[in-house]
């Protein structure tokens, strides 16, 4: 069983910058693909950015340039650095693994991007 943990979630500024962490429970070594998605009010959920085991990395069109996804193998730890936040922006963020097969998801963390 994977468990993954998400931080980072807040307030912030149009503008403003936020880094978002996900921790897993084990190694991320073996894992396929990790990622975050985010659903806004109202909003179907969607992908923003993977990243693969061989770090193929890819991003939702609206956030292309803006956002960057990481991992660090020796922290099992997934990280999503969002610059230049705009209000369209605001959602649930959801971290999400696949292993051998094998989806995993994280409780969600809000971010709101507001005045």
């Known amino acids: 069983q994977v468990q993954l943990v998400e931080s980072g979630g807040g307030l912030v500024q149009p503008g403003g910058s936020l880094r978002l962490s996900c921790a897993a429970s084990?190694?991320?070594?073996?894992?396929?693909?990790m990622g975050w998605y985010r659903q806004g009010p109202g909003s179907q959920r969607e992908m923003v950015a993977i990243i693969t085991s061989g770090e193929s990395t890819n991003y939702a069109g609206s956030v292309k340039g803006r956002f960057i996804i990481s991992r660090d193998s020796a922290k099992n730890t997934l990280y999503l650095q969002m610059n230049s936040l705009k209000p369209e922006d605001t959602a649930v963020y959801y971290c999400?693994?696949?292993?051998?097969?094998?989806?995993?998801w994280g409780q969600g963390t809000q971010v709101t991007v507001s005045s």
């Open positions: 084990r190694s991320i070594v073996s894992f396929g693909v």
């Open positions: 999400y693994s696949n292993k051998f097969g094998t989806d995993y």
